[in-house]
Protein backbone atom coordinates (compact mmCIF):
# COMPACT_ATOMS: atom_id res chain seq x y z
CA UNK A 1 0.00 0.00 0.00
CA UNK A 2 1.21 3.18 -0.77
CA UNK A 3 0.48 6.58 0.90
CA UNK A 4 1.50 9.34 2.71
CA UNK A 5 4.44 8.66 5.47
CA UNK A 6 3.78 9.41 8.99
CA UNK A 7 4.20 12.59 10.16
CA UNK A 8 6.71 12.98 12.41
CA UNK A 9 7.73 9.45 11.96
CA UNK A 10 10.45 9.94 9.16
CA UNK A 11 13.83 8.66 9.29
CA UNK A 12 15.27 11.99 7.38
CA UNK A 13 15.30 15.25 9.18
CA UNK A 14 12.93 17.58 7.10
CA UNK A 15 14.74 20.00 5.04
CA UNK A 16 15.81 23.38 6.56
CA UNK A 17 13.08 26.39 5.84
CA UNK A 18 13.98 28.31 2.92
CA UNK A 19 16.38 31.25 2.79
CA UNK A 20 19.94 31.58 2.69
CA UNK A 21 22.34 28.99 4.60
CA UNK A 22 24.28 30.52 7.29
CA UNK A 23 27.78 29.74 7.76
CA UNK A 24 28.34 27.68 11.18
CA UNK A 25 29.29 30.06 13.60
CA UNK A 26 32.45 29.41 16.06
CA UNK A 27 33.76 30.69 19.55
CA UNK A 28 35.90 33.06 17.99
CA UNK A 29 33.41 34.16 15.72
CA UNK A 30 31.13 35.05 18.71
CA UNK A 31 34.17 36.47 20.09
CA UNK A 32 34.16 38.53 16.81
CA UNK A 33 30.77 39.35 17.47
CA UNK A 34 31.70 41.93 20.87
CA UNK A 35 34.67 43.65 19.11
CA UNK A 36 32.16 44.67 15.69
CA UNK A 37 29.44 45.89 18.87
CA UNK A 38 27.05 43.59 17.63
CA UNK A 39 24.67 42.50 20.43
CA UNK A 40 24.45 37.61 20.75
CA UNK A 41 20.91 36.35 20.52
CA UNK A 42 21.41 33.47 22.25
CA UNK A 43 18.08 30.44 23.67
CA UNK A 44 18.42 27.07 25.36
CA UNK A 45 16.77 24.61 23.49
CA UNK A 46 17.07 20.53 24.43
CA UNK A 47 15.26 19.21 20.82
CA UNK A 48 15.38 18.83 17.20
CA UNK A 49 12.61 21.33 16.31
CA UNK A 50 13.21 23.88 18.63
CA UNK A 51 16.89 23.80 17.49
CA UNK A 52 15.90 23.73 14.31
CA UNK A 53 13.30 26.83 14.52
CA UNK A 54 15.68 29.01 16.78
CA UNK A 55 18.31 28.27 14.22
CA UNK A 56 16.45 29.24 11.06
CA UNK A 57 15.35 32.44 13.18
CA UNK A 58 19.00 33.30 13.01
CA UNK A 59 19.74 32.86 16.74
CA UNK A 60 24.20 32.91 17.43
CA UNK A 61 24.29 30.51 20.17
CA UNK A 62 21.72 27.30 20.97
CA UNK A 63 22.32 26.31 24.45
CA UNK A 64 21.92 22.89 25.67
CA UNK A 65 21.39 24.54 29.47
CA UNK A 66 20.97 21.70 32.13
CA UNK A 67 17.95 24.15 32.97
CA UNK A 68 16.51 21.13 30.70
CA UNK A 69 16.49 19.35 34.54
CA UNK A 70 13.77 21.80 35.57
CA UNK A 71 12.21 22.92 31.85
CA UNK A 72 11.15 19.64 30.21
CA UNK A 73 12.41 16.69 33.22
CA UNK A 74 10.38 17.53 35.97
CA UNK A 75 13.13 18.07 38.47
CA UNK A 76 12.61 21.07 41.11
CA UNK A 77 16.50 22.24 40.67
CA UNK A 78 19.05 20.83 37.75
CA UNK A 79 20.94 19.26 40.55
CA UNK A 80 19.77 15.40 39.04
CA UNK A 81 20.56 15.85 35.69
CA UNK A 82 23.09 13.36 34.38
CA UNK A 83 25.61 13.72 31.53
CA UNK A 84 23.89 10.91 30.13
CA UNK A 85 20.82 13.33 30.27
CA UNK A 86 22.83 16.02 28.50
CA UNK A 87 24.55 13.96 26.20
CA UNK A 88 20.77 12.55 24.83
CA UNK A 89 19.77 16.59 24.77
CA UNK A 90 22.81 17.76 22.83
CA UNK A 91 22.64 14.71 20.17
CA UNK A 92 18.97 16.02 19.88
CA UNK A 93 19.77 19.78 19.55
CA UNK A 94 23.28 18.87 16.95
CA UNK A 95 20.89 16.46 14.80
CA UNK A 96 19.63 19.33 13.27
CA UNK A 97 22.88 20.85 12.11
CA UNK A 98 22.66 24.29 13.29
CA UNK A 99 24.96 26.77 12.31
CA UNK A 100 24.28 28.68 15.48
CA UNK A 101 27.38 27.90 17.65
CA UNK A 102 26.04 24.62 19.61
CA UNK A 103 26.92 25.04 23.53
CA UNK A 104 25.89 22.27 26.24
CA UNK A 105 26.33 22.60 29.83
CA UNK A 106 28.39 20.42 31.97
CA UNK A 107 26.01 19.30 34.56
CA UNK A 108 26.22 18.98 38.53
CA UNK A 109 29.12 16.73 39.60
CA UNK A 110 30.89 16.00 35.97
CA UNK A 111 33.44 18.91 36.63
CA UNK A 112 33.56 19.14 39.90
CA UNK A 113 35.89 16.40 41.52
CA UNK A 114 38.64 16.34 39.53
CA UNK A 115 40.24 18.33 36.45
CA UNK A 116 40.73 15.16 34.57
CA UNK A 117 37.05 14.16 35.05
CA UNK A 118 36.03 17.47 33.70
CA UNK A 119 37.70 17.51 31.09
CA UNK A 120 36.86 13.93 30.05
CA UNK A 121 33.39 15.25 30.51
CA UNK A 122 33.99 18.04 28.31
CA UNK A 123 35.50 15.57 25.40
CA UNK A 124 31.83 13.63 25.74
CA UNK A 125 30.02 16.46 25.07
CA UNK A 126 31.90 17.07 22.16
CA UNK A 127 32.87 13.68 20.53
CA UNK A 128 29.48 12.26 21.74
CA UNK A 129 26.84 14.95 21.67
CA UNK A 130 28.35 16.54 18.66
CA UNK A 131 28.94 20.16 20.94
CA UNK A 132 30.87 23.14 20.10
CA UNK A 133 31.71 24.32 23.27
CA UNK A 134 30.92 23.77 26.31
CA UNK A 135 29.78 25.84 30.15
CA UNK A 136 30.02 25.18 33.21
CA UNK A 137 29.51 27.26 36.54
CA UNK A 138 31.55 28.74 38.84
CA UNK A 139 34.69 31.36 39.25
CA UNK A 140 38.28 30.99 40.78
CA UNK A 141 37.23 27.17 41.76
CA UNK A 142 36.84 25.99 37.69
CA UNK A 143 39.66 27.89 36.39
CA UNK A 144 42.36 24.40 36.32
CA UNK A 145 39.27 22.67 34.28
CA UNK A 146 38.61 25.43 32.52
CA UNK A 147 42.01 25.62 31.29
CA UNK A 148 42.76 22.23 30.85
CA UNK A 149 39.43 21.64 28.54
CA UNK A 150 40.40 24.99 26.22
CA UNK A 151 44.27 23.14 26.18
CA UNK A 152 42.34 20.01 24.35
CA UNK A 153 40.76 22.44 22.29
CA UNK A 154 37.40 22.89 23.48
CA UNK A 155 35.70 26.27 24.00
CA UNK A 156 34.82 26.96 26.94
CA UNK A 157 31.73 29.35 28.25
CA UNK A 158 31.87 30.48 31.81
CA UNK A 159 28.70 31.48 33.92
CA UNK A 160 28.60 33.32 37.08
CA UNK A 161 26.39 34.99 39.52
CA UNK A 162 23.39 33.26 40.20
CA UNK A 163 24.70 30.08 39.49
CA UNK A 164 21.79 26.92 39.83
CA UNK A 165 23.48 24.62 40.69
CA UNK A 166 25.10 25.96 43.68
CA UNK A 167 21.02 26.26 44.48
CA UNK A 168 21.75 24.64 47.83
CA UNK A 169 24.86 26.98 49.39
CA UNK A 170 23.36 30.25 48.13
CA UNK A 171 19.96 29.38 49.73
CA UNK A 172 17.77 29.63 47.01
CA UNK A 173 17.24 31.70 43.75
CA UNK A 174 18.14 35.25 44.46
CA UNK A 175 19.63 38.12 42.66
CA UNK A 176 23.61 37.58 43.75
CA UNK A 177 26.38 40.23 44.09
CA UNK A 178 24.21 42.84 45.49
CA UNK A 179 27.05 44.24 48.18
CA UNK A 180 29.90 45.97 47.15
CA UNK A 181 32.52 43.10 48.16
CA UNK A 182 30.46 40.04 46.11
CA UNK A 183 30.61 42.64 43.10
CA UNK A 184 34.59 42.75 43.04
CA UNK A 185 34.48 39.23 43.51
CA UNK A 186 32.72 38.68 41.03
CA UNK A 187 34.32 41.25 38.34
CA UNK A 188 37.72 39.75 39.57
CA UNK A 189 36.21 36.15 39.09
CA UNK A 190 35.37 37.04 35.12
CA UNK A 191 38.43 38.55 34.48
CA UNK A 192 40.40 34.59 36.01
CA UNK A 193 38.10 33.05 33.89
CA UNK A 194 38.96 35.05 30.78
CA UNK A 195 42.34 34.51 31.96
CA UNK A 196 41.93 31.35 31.87
CA UNK A 197 40.65 31.16 28.34
CA UNK A 198 36.95 31.36 28.44
CA UNK A 199 35.65 32.84 24.76
CA UNK A 200 32.38 34.11 26.83
CA UNK A 201 30.38 34.19 30.40
CA UNK A 202 27.10 34.08 31.24
CA UNK A 203 25.80 36.24 33.51
CA UNK A 204 22.95 35.24 35.84
CA UNK A 205 20.75 37.15 37.96
CA UNK A 206 22.89 40.66 39.16
CA UNK A 207 22.01 43.80 39.48
CA UNK A 208 22.51 45.37 35.83
CA UNK A 209 24.89 48.28 37.44
CA UNK A 210 27.47 45.23 37.68
CA UNK A 211 27.01 43.42 34.30
CA UNK A 212 27.50 46.78 32.85
CA UNK A 213 30.48 47.14 34.91
CA UNK A 214 32.29 43.35 33.75
CA UNK A 215 30.86 43.68 30.07
CA UNK A 216 33.12 46.88 29.98
CA UNK A 217 36.54 45.07 31.44
CA UNK A 218 36.74 42.18 29.65
CA UNK A 219 37.49 41.45 26.37
CA UNK A 220 35.17 38.27 25.77
CA UNK A 221 31.56 38.92 25.41
CA UNK A 222 29.17 38.62 28.71
CA UNK A 223 25.93 36.97 27.69
CA UNK A 224 23.47 38.06 29.96
CA UNK A 225 20.13 36.26 31.50
CA UNK A 226 18.57 38.76 34.45
CA UNK A 227 21.82 41.21 34.15
CA UNK A 228 20.73 44.14 32.98
CA UNK A 229 20.79 45.72 29.00
CA UNK A 230 24.33 46.32 28.75
CA UNK A 231 26.03 42.89 28.75
CA UNK A 232 27.16 42.06 25.11
CA UNK A 233 24.07 39.28 24.45
CA UNK A 234 21.43 38.14 26.60
CA UNK A 235 19.98 34.33 26.58
CA UNK A 236 16.48 33.24 27.71
CA UNK A 237 15.17 29.79 28.44
CA UNK A 238 13.10 29.34 24.99
CA UNK A 239 10.66 27.90 27.06
CA UNK A 240 10.16 31.19 28.79
CA UNK A 241 10.31 33.20 26.11
CA UNK A 242 7.81 31.06 24.01
CA UNK A 243 5.31 31.04 27.16
CA UNK A 244 5.59 27.19 27.57
CA UNK A 245 6.89 27.43 31.31
CA UNK A 246 4.26 26.16 33.33
CA UNK A 247 6.25 27.11 36.16
CA UNK A 248 7.28 30.36 37.88
CA UNK A 249 8.33 33.23 35.43
CA UNK A 250 11.36 35.55 36.96
CA UNK A 251 11.20 38.82 36.33
CA UNK A 252 13.93 39.04 33.52
CA UNK A 253 11.92 36.97 30.89
CA UNK A 254 10.07 38.62 28.11
CA UNK A 255 7.27 36.71 26.58
CA UNK A 256 7.39 36.83 22.58
CA UNK A 257 4.32 34.27 22.37
CA UNK A 258 2.08 32.52 24.68
CA UNK A 259 2.04 29.34 23.57
CA UNK A 260 0.56 27.32 26.80
CA UNK A 261 -2.56 28.24 26.42
CA UNK A 262 -2.79 27.96 22.41
CA UNK A 263 -1.41 24.21 23.08
CA UNK A 264 -3.95 23.46 25.61
CA UNK A 265 -6.96 24.54 23.52
CA UNK A 266 -5.47 22.83 20.53
CA UNK A 267 -5.99 19.31 22.74
CA UNK A 268 -9.41 20.47 23.83
CA UNK A 269 -10.60 21.30 20.21
CA UNK A 270 -8.99 17.51 19.17
CA UNK A 271 -10.44 15.75 21.90
CA UNK A 272 -13.63 16.89 21.19
CA UNK A 273 -13.51 16.25 17.64
CA UNK A 274 -12.27 11.97 18.66
CA UNK A 275 -15.33 12.44 21.04
CA UNK A 276 -18.09 13.65 18.83
CA UNK A 277 -16.61 11.22 15.78
CA UNK A 278 -15.42 14.43 13.94
CA UNK A 279 -11.77 12.95 13.51
CA UNK A 280 -11.01 11.67 11.29
CA UNK A 281 -12.61 12.87 8.35
CA UNK A 282 -12.66 11.30 4.58
CA UNK A 283 -9.63 13.34 3.66
CA UNK A 284 -8.24 12.13 6.38
CA UNK A 285 -8.34 8.04 5.57
CA UNK A 286 -6.84 5.89 3.54
CA UNK A 287 -9.08 4.09 0.96
O1 LIG B 1 20.85 25.92 31.90
C1 LIG B 1 20.58 27.01 31.36
O2 LIG B 1 19.59 27.15 30.64
C2 LIG B 1 21.47 28.12 31.60
C3 LIG B 1 21.03 29.47 31.15
C4 LIG B 1 19.89 29.95 31.96
C5 LIG B 1 22.14 30.43 31.09
O3 LIG B 1 22.50 27.96 32.17
Not at 55 to 64: F, K, N, R, S, T
Not at 72 to 91: A, E, I, N
Not at 94 to 101: F, G, K, W
Not at 183 to 212: N, Y
Given at each position: ?S???????????P???????R?K????QI????????P???????D???A??A?E?????VL?G?????????YD?TL?V??DDM??H????T?AR??????A?M?????Q???????????R????????A????????????????V?????V??HL??TP????A???Y???????????????????????G????V????????G??????????T???G?G??CD??VL???????M?LG???KF??R????A???R???Q?????????????E?????
Amino acid sequence: MSGDPKPGSGAQAPPAAAGPPRAKRTAPQIVELKRRGEPIACVTAYDFPTARLADEAGVDIVLVGDSVGTVLLGYDSTLPVTMDDMLHHTRAVTRARPSALVVADMPFMSYQVSVEQAVLNAGRLVQEGGADAVKLEGGERVTGAVRRIVEVGIPVMGHLGLTPQSVLALGGYRVQARGEADQERLLSEAKLLEASGCFSVVLEGIPARLGAAVSRELQIPTIGIGAGPSCDGQVLVSHDLLGMFLGHTPKFVRRYAELAPEIRAAYQRYIADVKARRFPSERESYY
